[in-house]
């Protein structure tokens, strides 16, 4: 086609452009397809620009002309985290409307527990057992999250947690391998939907792949060492699930594993996750972790980082800039093929046409922002998050004819830090705050407020005397204390896992009146909360709760509600036991009480004895402060009568496995029935307990109901280190509701 005038070429060109999308769309009936189409079309530059994403980082319009630039000229295929709605559509408009091929933009966010309706922390959510309820959190996330130009969530991250030194522990899903799984495919169903070009789906992310929660002594970013049976048996299990749920990306993590940083290991990439599961997604960096393989020490510079990274199968780097700035150079110089580049391209743009963006690169504004609905399901979430581990004297649940009742602790009304870490778009206006539902609930007047410490760290006592005084005057106290949402999250870990400031030395003070008295930890981490159990009645753990955490607590408190949370991690008792988890390996001197020998019963001169030689600590014994699966309710339910269908199975039968439940107590109330099986011998050490099933169950005060389980071998299945087995032997089963169950069956496996 001659051209005569400038204006004439643009108006070609964009009937070029407009053909070429009629064209990409008409005639290619799938994303693969309009993938390799399009992909035709591009020029190197642009694919690799596809394999770039950068933050813009100046919070104002317009765009700053470097990175207008770059968008206009194809040179970014994805932005992160921008400031506004409206600066995102700005970007996303220079995309379509002013690059050479209008290749819509990847507009990802930090969308890990809510949009403006901010969930529990996600070890809260965890806490639930509950996958429907976590499904419908992050459907709503991704509806009110694509309302404002975002498609693209960096969640679930789905990093086994047994270390709660690790302040990341609050965005994972605890120890287990099983209900982390769970999550996940809850998680990733409800950003995704049936169909990511759904208007109200985004794209989600199985992260950080993989092993980041391994990081030695819980120190964020700290080197992994992780066997392959337990890398395999443990940690990549979350991520094998992501992928059959046909999650869209995958971020590759910032921790070394085993010598070879995650985001440059071929093993795990390629070999893993993209030979061996046929994960057809995309991989993206974490944060600059393509820039730190040099700093780890496994590149030499930024051309040989950029290098490893695209040979480990990484396929867009998060912010480094590193592929935008070398992987033209590598072609050139022949270390890199056009096939890396491309294939690379192609999962990029695969998932570009699957979200639709194509034909909706901008804003849906078909989701309002925290509706009632949404207000009601994260209410119901801190409900069935928030774990009752104590409750003496039956202070709980307490009556709405209380006459006063003291609110004290500096996260009794502090909207902003109640939310948790991650915390994008959240606006602590519309956080209820325990003192707000209190109030509302009770009537201020019968309310004696008194924050005692101005935040969690405050180190005085300049408002003791003010928060005494309201307890005095009070028939009840509740306090809410636990950490500023900066204290859990990334990079922030801790050493020592107790209440900051002075809040230790207020609850003292406090225990000494004597009154009834609830505690509310309002945190992302396990603390060591053992000294507390003798200084107040009542302990709720009730996690970062979220924008509706006065309201779910109202509720709890006074009974409108039964508590439900169950421990998606275990306790300690003091930081000196960590790591301590469930799903432990027996040992060849397994603890008992029998066998502990407790420091001060030795006698003062002692010899080497052979009592007490098994797996405890003198001074703390073997046992954690509450245990996984752990979790009180104002009433008892009470385990009977497991049956199994069988007591031989072979491997292609199914076993089911039924048991009564009773509850016994005066409340309606809901526990969560687990199922734990053990392997008794195998061709390697099998865990004492590994949870296989869980389920939610109501019952009316004195009703009795039969739950059923169904389990096939697949799920006795385990890697040895070679390969994936089922490996016939004896079994025992166990029906309850925590990881201490007792109701016990067993059962053989046949060949
Ligand atoms: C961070 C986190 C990662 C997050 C990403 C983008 O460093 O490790 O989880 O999604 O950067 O904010």
């Known amino acids: ?55 813009n980082f100046v919070d104002t319009l317009p765009i700053e002309s470097k990175f207008y630039n770059l968008i206009k000229e194809g040179k970014i295929g994805s932005v992160l985290n921008s400031f506004s709605p409206e600066m995102t559509r700005e970007m996303q408009r220079i995309a379509v409307e002013e690059s050479r091929l209008g290749i819509p933009l990847l507009v ?47 969640a679930p991250m789905m990093d086994i947690s047994r270390d709660p030194r690790w302040g990341r522990m609050a965005e994972s899903s605890g120890e287990d391998p099983y209900l982390t799984e769970q999550m996940a495919m809850a998680n990733i169903k409800g950003f995704q939907g049936e169909n990511l070009s759904n208007k109200n789906s985004i794209a989600a992310t199985a992260k950080h792949y993989v092993g980041y929660g391994a990081a030695i002594g819980g120190r964020d970013y700290n080197t992994t060492l992780i066997p392959e049976t337990e890398l395999r ?152 998050s928030t774990v009752l581990l104590q409750n003496k004297n039956k202070v709980l649940p307490l009556s709405k004819d209380i006459k006063k009742v003291a609110v004290i602790g500096p996260l009794a009304d502090a909207p902003y830090e109640q939310m948790g870490t991650w915390v994008f778009d959240g606006k602590e206006e519309n956080t209820i ?42 028939d009840v106290v509740l306090l809410f204390m636990g950490d500023e949402s900066i204290l859990t999250g990334e990079a922030h870990c801790r050493a020592k896992l107790t209440l900051p400031g002075y809040q230790n030395e207020l609850i003292e003070e406090i225990s000494k009146l004597g009154k009834p008295t609830v505690l509310v930890i309002m945190t992302g981490v396990i603390l060591m909360v053992e000294p507390y159990l003798n200084q107040v009645d009542a302990l709720f753990y009730g996690w970062h709760p979220g924008t509706m955490g006065g309201s779910g607590y109202v509720d709890l408190l006074f009974g409108i509600e039964p508590p439900s949370g169950k421990l998606p991690m275990t306790f300690p008792r003091t930081e000196g036991q960590i790591p301590i988890y469930y799903n432990h390996n027996n040992t060849g001197h397994p603890a008992s009480d029998e066998s502990w020998i407790r420091m001060y019963d030795i006698p003062e001169k002692a010899w080497q004895t052979s009592l007490g030689n098994t797996n405890h600590y003198l001074d703390y014994g073997f046992e954690p402060l509450f245990e996984f699966g752990f979790g009180l309710s104002y009433t008892k339910f009470n385990y009977s009568e497991i049956k199994l269908s069988k007591d031989i199975l072979s491997m292609n039968d199914s076993l089911i496995v039924t048991a009564k439940i009773k509850n016994t107590g005066d409340f309606v109330a809901e526990d ?32 009795e109901k039969i739950i059923e389980f169904v389990l096939f071998p697949k799920d006795l299945e385990f890697h040895n280190g070679k390969e994936w087995v089922i490996e016939p032997g004896d079994f025992h089963i166990w029906i309850g509701n925590s990881s201490k169950a007792s109701l016990m069956s067993k059962f053989e496996l046949i060949q």
């Open 433 to 474: 705050t325990p003192l707000k539902a209190i109030e509302e609930f009770l009537g201020a007047e019968k309310v004696n407020y008194a924050p005692g410490l101005k935040i969690s760290r405050t180190q005085n006592k300049n408002g003791f005397s003010e928060a005494i005084k309201a307890a005095k005057n009070s």
């Open 233 to 384: 048996n443990v940690y990549l299990r979350p991520f094998k699930v992501a992928v059959e749920a046909n999650v869209a990306t995958v971020m590759s993590g910032f921790n070394e594993l085993n010598g070879v940083p995650t985001s440059g290991n071929e093993y795990t990439i390629k070999e893993i996750l993209k030979e061996e599961w046929n994960f057809n997604g995309f991989v993206v960096s974490d944060w600059a972790s393509i820039k730190n393989l040099a700093i780890h020490g496994y590149a030499k510079d930024s051309l040989d980082a950029t290098y490893k990274a695209l040979r480990a199968g990484v396929d867009m780097d998060m912010c480094s800039s590193h592929y935008i700035e070398n992987l033209k150079s590598l072609i050139n110089n022949g270390t890199i093929t056009q096939n890396q580049i491309d294939d690379a391209v192609k999962r990029i743009l695969k998932i570009k046409f699957e979200l639709g963006l194509f034909e909706n690169p901008y804003a849906t504004k078909e989701s309002t922002l925290l509706t009632e609905y949404s207000k009601d399901i994260a209410t119901k979430a801190v409900i069935q």
């Open 1 to 55: 086609m001659k051209l005569r005038s400038p204006f004439a070429f643009v108006i070609g060109l964009i009937l070029l452009i407009s053909c070429q999308h009629n064209k990409i769309n008409k005639t290619m009936n799938n994303a693969n397809n309009k993938a390799d189409s399009l992909i035709n079309l591009m020029t190197l530059e642009e694919k690799i620009g596809q394999m770039n994403q950068l933050m």
């Open 108 to 154: 990802g966010r930090d969308v890990i527990h809510g949009y403006r309706t901010i969930f529990p922390v996600n070890i809260g959510l965890a806490a639930t057992f509950n996958p429907d309820l976590v499904k419908e959190c992050a459907k709503i996330a991704a509806a009110e999250a694509r309302s404002e130009g975002i498609n693209w969530t960096f």
């Open 672 to 703: 969560v029935a687990q199922l734990y099986v053990r392997d008794l011998v195998g061709s390697i050490v099998r865990p004492v307990k590994e949870l296989k099933r869980f389920q939610r169950i109501k019952l009316n005060p004195g009703e």
